[in-house]
Nanobody, 124 residues
Framework: LVQLVESGGGSVQPGGSLRLSCAAS????????MGWFRQAPGKEREGVAA????????YYDYSVKGRFTISQDKAKNTLYLQMDSLKPEDTAMYYC?????????????????WGQGTQVTVSS
């Protein structure tokens, strides 16, 4: 059973930073993707960043490239998302996901397991 628990969300002013964490359990070698997605009110869920657990260049959506950094600590079974230079348009519920399906790690279809989400609000 895969369990993903996000933390680190909150309210921050534009230009600020937050670090999201995702504590994972039940992850196996079949999970080739670990990713962060977000969903703003009235919008579809979108991929933010993802890592290929077997190595390779991380994926970043163009809207966060250069501002967000995804990383993983395999010893701690934790996935991170460092978010800098936050903008109001980054406001959303952020979800951690583990993917063992085929397809690009940037797409929801690669993921079967999801966390409950953590809210990020960027406003002045």
């Amino acid at each position: 059973l895969v369990q993903l628990v996000e933390s680190g969300g909150g309210s921050v002013q534009p230009g600020g930073s937050l670090r999201l964490s995702c504590a994972a359990s039940g992850i196996t070698d079949s999970h080739r993707c670990m990713g962060w997605f977000r969903q703003a009110p009235g919008k579809e869920r979108e991929g933010v960043a993802a890592v290929y657990t077997r190595g390779g260049t991380p994926y970043y959506d163009y809207s966060v490239k250069g501002r967000f950094t995804i990383s993983q600590d395999k010893a701690k079974n934790t996935l991170y998302l460092q978010m800098d230079s936050l903008k109001p348009e980054d406001t959303a519920m952020y979800y951690c996901a583990a993917g063992d399906r085929s397809g690009y790690c940037s797409r929801e279809t690669a993921y079967a397991d999801w966390g409950q989400g953590t809210q990020v609000t960027v406003s002045s």
